[in-house]
C-alpha cells in the first residue's frame, strides 16, 4: 500500500488490520486527512464510507450512493476513481432520524463484516461521524465485530469524530493511532489526553495536527500539513 509517512516516523496511512481515530472539530481539517488517506487507501483496497454528516465534504469526490444495496453492491467494482472505488454511504432521510440511524449503520456494518469474513479480502470502513452513529455505551454487534475481530481480517478502519468524549471508550481500546485536529471542549480535550497519555495539549491551527501510535515509544509531535513538524511547542508526555 503506498506510503504518507512522516519524517523519521510510520505510515500515516493504515495497513490492512489496522484502526485509526481522526479527531477534530468543523474546519480543523479532520475531513481533509480522511480524503488523503483514503485516496492513498483506495488505491489497493476497496473503501466504504459511512457519511452521516448533513452536509457532505465527500460530495463529488466518490461514488455517493444513498440505497444500501447498491452501495454495498458497488463495493470492489472498478470505476474511474482508481482501481477500486470509493463509495460514500449518506443514509437516505427515513434512516437519518437519531433513533434509527444507529441501527441501521450497525447492519451495514455487519453486511461489511461478513463481506470480509467470506472473501477475506481486505476492504476499509470509513465512519464520519461517529457519534451520529453510536450514540450510547456500546457500539452494536456490526461496529463491535469490525473493532474487535477486524484486525485477524485484515479490515482497515477509520473513526472520526467531532466530539471525542461522546464516543464509546471500547473504540479507543481497539485503534492503533490517533489523528488529533483542533479540540474546543474541555471533555474533548481531556478524553484524548487521558488515553494518549498527554498533559497538555497545544493550540493547533488549520490542518495542523498531532499524531500518535501505540506502537512507536516516540512523543507526540505538532505537525503541519505538509507533513513537517511545526514550530509550536510538542505536549509533554504524562508523569509516571
Given at each position: 500500500?503506498?506510503?504518507?509517512?512522516?519524517?523519521?516516523?510510520?505510515?500515516?496511512?493504515?495497513?490492512?488490520?489496522?484502526?485509526?481515530?481522526?479527531?477534530?472539530?468543523?474546519?480543523?481539517?479532520?475531513?481533509?486527512?480522511?480524503?488523503?488517506?483514503?485516496?492513498?487507501?483506495?488505491?489497493?483496497?476497496?473503501?466504504?464510507?459511512?457519511?452521516?454528516?448533513?452536509?457532505?465534504?465527500?460530495?463529488?469526490?466518490?461514488?455517493?450512493?444513498?440505497?444500501?444495496?447498491?452501495?454495498?453492491?458497488?463495493?470492489?467494482?472498478?470505476?474511474?476513481?482508481?482501481?477500486?472505488?470509493?463509495?460514500?454511504?449518506?443514509?437516505?432521510?427515513?434512516?437519518?432520524?437519531?433513533?434509527?440511524?444507529?441501527?441501521?449503520?450497525?447492519?451495514?456494518?455487519?453486511?461489511?463484516?461478513?463481506?470480509?469474513?467470506?472473501?477475506?479480502?481486505?476492504?476499509?470502513?470509513?465512519?464520519?461521524?461517529?457519534?451520529?452513529?453510536?450514540?450510547?455505551?456500546?457500539?452494536?454487534?456490526?461496529?463491535?465485530?469490525?473493532?474487535?475481530?477486524?484486525?485477524?481480517?485484515?479490515?482497515?478502519?477509520?473513526?472520526?469524530?467531532?466530539?471525542?468524549?461522546?464516543?464509546?471508550?471500547?473504540?479507543?481500546?481497539?485503534?492503533?493511532?490517533?489523528?488529533?485536529?483542533?479540540?474546543?471542549?474541555?471533555?474533548?480535550?481531556?478524553?484524548?489526553?487521558?488515553h494518549c497519555g498527554m498533559d497538555?495539549?497545544?493550540?493547533?491551527?488549520?490542518?495542523?495536527f498531532i499524531y500518535w501510535d501505540?506502537?512507536?515509544?516516540?512523543?507526540?509531535?505538532?505537525?503541519?500539513?505538509?507533513?513537517?513538524?511545526?514550530?509550536?511547542?510538542?505536549?509533554?508526555?504524562?508523569?509516571?
Open positions: 500500500m503506498s506510503r504518507l509517512a512522516l519524517p523519521g516516523r510510520r505510515n500515516l496511512v493504515p495497513q490492512p488490520g489496522e484502526s485509526l481515530f481522526v479527531c477534530g472539530r468543523t474546519g480543523s481539517g479532520k475531513s481533509t486527512t480522511i480524503r488523503i488517506l483514503c485516496s492513498f487507501i483506495s488505491q489497493t483496497v476497496p473503501v466504504f464510507i459511512v457519511d452521516s454528516k448533513p452536509s457532505s465534504i465527500y460530495k463529488g469526490w466518490g461514488l455517493a450512493i444513498d440505497d444500501p444495496d447498491d452501495a454495498l453492491r458497488t463495493l470492489g467494482t472498478d470505476t474511474k476513481h482508481g482501481q477500486y472505488p470509493r463509495v460514500i454511504y449518506q443514509p437516505p432521510e427515513e434512516f437519518s432520524g437519531p433513533d434509527v440511524l444507529p441501527g441501521h449503520v450497525d447492519l451495514i456494518y455487519g453486511e461489511l463484516y461478513d463481506r470480509a469474513k467470506a472473501t477475506r479480502r481486505p476492504l476499509c470502513v470509513v465512519t464520519d461521524e461517529v457519534g451520529h452513529v453510536m450514540p450510547g455505551v456500546n457500539p452494536g454487534p456490526g461496529a463491535n465485530n469490525i473493532l474487535s475481530r477486524g484486525r485477524e481480517l485484515r479490515l482497515i478502519s477509520l473513526w472520526a469524530t467531532q466530539r471525542p468524549a461522546r464516543i464509546p471508550l471500547v473504540v479507543y481500546t481497539q485503534v492503533n493511532a490517533f489523528i488529533i485536529h483542533r479540540l474546543l471542549g474541555k471533555a474533548d480535550k481531556d478524553m484524548i489526553k487521558s497538555q495539549l497545544p493550540a493547533l491551527g488549520r490542518f495542523e501505540e506502537s512507536e515509544d516516540l512523543p507526540p509531535l505538532v505537525w503541519g500539513f505538509d507533513l513537517t513538524p511545526s514550530v509550536r511547542p510538542s505536549p509533554a508526555p504524562a508523569a509516571a
